[in-house]
């Protein structure tokens, strides 16, 4: 038995999986259902894959897929037609949601198969693999592990021009600006960053973080987001930076 909110955005994914060929972004399902924050889609969208009804492919951004409807929106055992179909939907409880929000239509057939395949290739059409360098510290800084045999997939449009990589972070130096223990990143390469950005930072040739550049007159500081970490000043000439943060990929 789903709530009305979870039989909402069920309906809402269902909807716009079949009208785009992909998935709704949290702020579009957070729009859709009215709701003040996106925590509260990350708690739907958790009792839907728990009572499954959805499924979230791992590693990929607005990738969900709908698995089954609720009883109520399945065709009946032997309807003769799509139309009966859709009137048995109108005629849905009043836990179903309003109609001026949502039209469900109903496609028979193996409907999950049906949205494995378009979902797939919309995944695979819109994303780009990127190599993934090992963890990087978000606490105390550690080498970076180069293991170009690992890879990440990523949506093409959160990148843009440019060389870019992943790093998977380590640490909670940086919960404050968002970035949690376990979180991947996304660096676009470069030398060289605008101050207050997020970087990786190379620290006497031999030390990798992640943490916000600060430049002050002929000095550099590396600063936490977390006040339970130091800011660390260095020379100009004991600093690198190996690229900036573009974005942050988060499995739940």
């Given amino acids: 038995m789903l709530t009305r909110k979870q039989h909402e955005l069920l309906i809402f994914i269902d909807r716009h999986l079949r009208t785009t060929g992909f998935s709704p972004s949290f702020e579009e399902m957070k729009d859709a259902l009215k709701l003040k924050s996106k925590s509260g889609i990350h708690r739907l969208i958790t009792a839907l ?3 499954g009804f959805l499924h ?3 590693h990929r951004a607005r990738a969900l897929e709908v698995l089954r409807l609720p009883e109520n929106l399945a065709p009946r055992r032997g309807s003769a037609s799509g139309d009966n179909a859709t009137a048995a939907a109108a005629s849905a409880p009043a836990a179903a949601p309003p109609a001026a929000a949502f039209t469900p239509n109903v496609i028979r057939g193996n409907f999950a198969a049906h949205l494995s395949g378009v979902q797939k290739a919309a995944n695979e059409a819109a994303a780009v693999n990127l190599p993934l ?3 990087i510290a978000a606490g105390l800084p550690i080498e970076a592990l180069r293991d170009q045999g690992t890879g990440v997939e990523v949506p093409a449009a959160m990148l843009g021009g440019g060389e870019h990589y992943a790093l998977e972070v380590a640490g909670d130096s940086m919960v404050e600006a968002g970035i949690l223990d376990g979180d991947t990143v996304l660096i676009r390469r ?7 950005s997020i970087v990786v930072a190379l620290v006497d040739e031999s030390e990798v973080t992640l943490k916000r550049l600060r430049r002050r007159g002929n000095s550099i500081a590396l600063e936490a987001a977390n ?7 260095f020379g100009p000439d004991r600093v690198k930076v190996q690229g900036r943060l573009v974005g942050l990929l988060r499995k739940y």
Avoid at 191 to 196: E, R, Y
């Fill in 133 to 135: 360098y090992g963890r």
């Fill in 227 to 233: 006040p339970r970490y130091e800011t660390r000043i």
């Fill in 190 to 196: 470069g030398d060289t960053a605008d101050n207050g």
């Fill in 56 to 58: 979230r492919r791992a």
């Fill in 49 to 51: 894959e728990e009572r």
